[in-house]
Nanobody, 120 residues
């Protein structure tokens, strides 16, 4: 029900924009969050946006580099990632829930993940 895309290989300092599409899904009922899981690490929250798009939350380590946004008419949420670092390398997942939270149990629907690799 959620389709994450936009990952790829990028050099340090580069940018990527991830998309989370929800065709046939009433996206504007839900908050949408991005999580990521680096190799050998637990999945962690990156950013979240309210159902209207009026409120956003971003992890401290990504604040100022990552921007989350949504276009409910297109049923798509975006994660713009700038000044990427090797430690940003991970599989990125989008998830839909009722409220923004770092608790993954709050999210009902998950996308399949898209791999971001930051390397020279």
């Amino acid at each position: 029900q959620l389709q994450a895309s936009g990952g790829g290989l990028v050099q340090p300092g580069g940018s990527l924009r991830l998309s989370c599409a929800a065709p046939g899904f009433t996206l504007d009922y839900y908050v949408i969050a991005w999580f990521r899981q680096a190799p050998g690490k637990e999945r962690e929250g990156v950013s979240c946006i309210s159902s209207s798009g009026g409120s956003t939350y971003t992890a401290d380590s990504e604040e100022g580099r990552f921007t989350i946004s949504r276009d409910n008419a297109k049923k798509t949420v975006y994660l713009q990632m700038n000044r990427l670092k090797p430690e940003d390398t991970a599989v990125y997942y989008c998830a839909a829930g009722r409220r923004c939270s770092v608790d993954q149990d709050e999210y009902v629907y998950w996308g399949q993940g898209t791999l971001v690799t930051v390397s020279s």
